[in-house]
């Protein structure tokens, strides 16, 4: 127990560490986009595909004869994705939307509904290093390399939308969010359908933050990064 604590605890500080830096990462914010970030996100993708989708199968069986739908969680990881993409065009009509006089508080309400989503987000994720399925030393670091990856996509993203906003006040709190939720999982303890529901929006919450940042033209994303990137970690973690 005293083992599982620190291992989880010292992955919270690693995420938190990613978030907190990722920003000095100059080279990520080239055109054409870095290598790194389509390989990273590849590695993301797959981790979800491959790993947290048949984990949500094994959660949904917690649903069965409870009254509630049949395919439950897929539902929320359908609900996450969409939340998602809903606060991603916000933040782009934010930018158009409004007359020059009144963009600053309109980009204003949407970074900050932005932030708040994104901590939730991120505190889901810190609260899963301490209730996940399998609590192996070599899951968690599947898990950890998984999400560092995709934390360095988040704040491109971020960053990009909001610039100086988020380097002063935003990478601060989502870097505060994942060690909350770690020290959320160290006192509150789902239930089951919990967890499960916490894995779904989790999942489509990784799916839609990844692809929104690969699909753009003007991105000009490089796809056998990404697909390096999802076969390499796909024969890991399916061989490990």
Known sequence: MEREFWLTFSGAIVLALVHLFAGKLRFISMIPRSKWLSFGGGISVAYVFIHVMPELEEWQLHYEGKGFL????????????TIFY???????LSKVSA????QREVSGRVFYIHLVSFSLYN????????HRNEHTLKQLIFYLLAMAFHFVINDFGLHDHYQKRYRRVGRYILTLSIIAGWVAGQWVNLP????GAVFGVVSGGVILN??????PEERRSNFLAFMAGCVLYSAVLLLA
């Open 99 to 102: 007359r020059q006089d009144d």
């Open 123 to 130: 505190a889901l994720i810190g609260y899963l290093l301490v």
């Open 70 to 81: 049949q395919h439950h969680l897929y539902l929320l990881s359908l609900a996450g994705l």
């Open 86 to 92: 809903g606060l991603e065009r916000a933040a782009k």
């Open 210 to 215: 990844t692809l929104k940042e690969e699909l």
């Open 192 to 195: 089951p359908l919990g967890i």
